[in-house]
């Protein structure tokens, strides 16, 4: 293996290793993602309404997608723990379901890409247990980043966007 092509998370005995940052120098950061969960027309048209027994569903989900992002070092191992300037997370009603989209930012030695999956991933997650009482075969698909700016490795986005 060349230098570029080394695996970041191993070390040179092949064993798992949190990479070291330290000599990184921090800048600003953004990483968007991405998801959808599809569901049932029922299921749609209560959370629409707001008519689904547990509660405001995108409300429940917002905000278990920013705290799932405000914790991804402690869920994903040999992630680093940071410290996140912004998390939102905005939600559009589609023909066949709802569509999830974070954004973390932060200023640091490391990107936010795991943040804004983890918020998109739990933000999902929360939906489908808030109307799974309406519909238990809810699909969560399309799980994604979308793009990343900032850090050493510049800027980048999804191509068939």
Known sequence: MTDSTKLTHLDEHGHARMVDVGGKAETQRVAVA????????QALAAIRQGEVPKGDVIAAARIAGIMAAKKTGELIPLCHPLALD???????FEDDGVRATATASLTAKTGVEMEALTATSIALLTIYDMAK??????IIDQVRLIEKRGGKSGDWRAADL
Do not use: E, H, Q
């Open 34 to 41: 991405s998801g959808r969960i599809r569901m049932s027309s």
């Open 133 to 138: 009482a309406i519909d238990k075969g809810m």
């Open 86 to 92: 912004a998390v939102t997370l905005d939600f559009a």
